[in-house]
Nanobody, 124 residues
């Protein structure tokens, strides 16, 4: 069982930056970790993911060039660095984890574990 805990959300103005963190605890092997988000009235969508060794990352086109994902295995933590935030980035951001290959990290159904989510609100 893996428990994921997100932190770092908040209310910011457009153009600002935030860094989300997700710490994993429990017994797990080599897992990929990803971030998804869900805006009010919309379906949850993929944001970014990183393989178990940090060797490959995937990023949604809507955030490419503004968001970056990284991991620090010594702390069992994955980060989502978000820059140049826009009002349309407003959503609940969820951390997810699972024993996935890189080409599967786009798909939320492939993940086994989910965090509770952290709210990010970007005002114009």
């Amino acid at each position: 069982q893996v428990v994921l805990a997100e932190s770092g959300g908040g209310l910011v103005q457009a153009g600002a930056s935030l860094r989300l963190s997700c710490t994993a605890s429990g017994n797990f092997g080599a897992i990929a970790m990803g971030w998804f988000r869900q805006a009010p009235g919309k379906e949850r969508e993929f944001v970014a993911a990183i393989t178990w060794d940090g060797g490959e990352t995937n990023c949604a086109e809507s955030v490419k060039g503004r968001f970056a994902i990284s991991r620090e295995d010594a702390k069992d933590t994955v980060y989502l660095e978000m820059n140049s935030l826009k009002p349309e980035d407003t959503a609940v951001y969820y951390c997810a984890a699972g024993p996935l290959a890189s080409d599967s990290t786009w798909y939320e159904d492939e993940y086994d574990y989910w965090g509770q989510g952290t709210q990010v609100t970007v005002s114009s």
